[in-house]
């Protein structure tokens, strides 16, 4: 397993690779799901049912993998406190913290160009309409 790891390492990363682990990262940080976790989390960590809550239409399915998957793959901590009942409490990790400019810039592009996409999706929808 650790020369498997040390190859890893001795590869050049390429996204255009099926079978590159990069590919595995790009999937995770580019679900809407996981962006919008660490948008979430960006300011200050929180407990699972204020995520839920935050997260319109998220699944509780869907949350859980989400986080399980961050917490994977280092971006996101899980901190179970020794309280009656349990407090559970998830934070952003320096790497997560390094994803921040990027999931904020997708959230504005997606904010200041919504009005133009629903504009070209109207006029696309328009032409392949049946008359």
């Not at 079978?19 to 809407?32: F, H, T």
């Not at 399980?68 to 793959?73: I, K, N, P, S």
């Not at 349990?86 to 997606?110: F, I, K, M, N, Q």
């Amino acid at each position: 397993m650790r020369d498997l790891l040390m190859e890893s390492k001795d590869v050049e990363p390429n996204l255009y690779d099926r079978k590159c682990g990069s590919r595995q990262v790009l999937d995770r940080i580019g679900d809407r799901w996981s962006v919008l976790v660490v948008l979430t989390l960006a300011v200050a960590p929180k407990r699972y049912s204020e995520l839920a809550q935050r997260i319109d239409g998220v699944s509780q399915k869907m949350l859980t993998q989400t986080l399980r998957g961050l917490e994977r793959d280092g971006l996101v901590t899980r901190t179970v406190h020794a309280t009656v009942p349990p407090r559970v409490d998830y934070a952003l990790t320096d790497l997560g913290r390094s994803l921040l400019t990027l999931v904020a810039g997708l959230e504005a592009w997606a904010t200041d160009h919504l009005a133009e996409v629903e504009s070209a999706r109207a006029r696309y929808d328009n032409t392949r309409s049946p008359n």
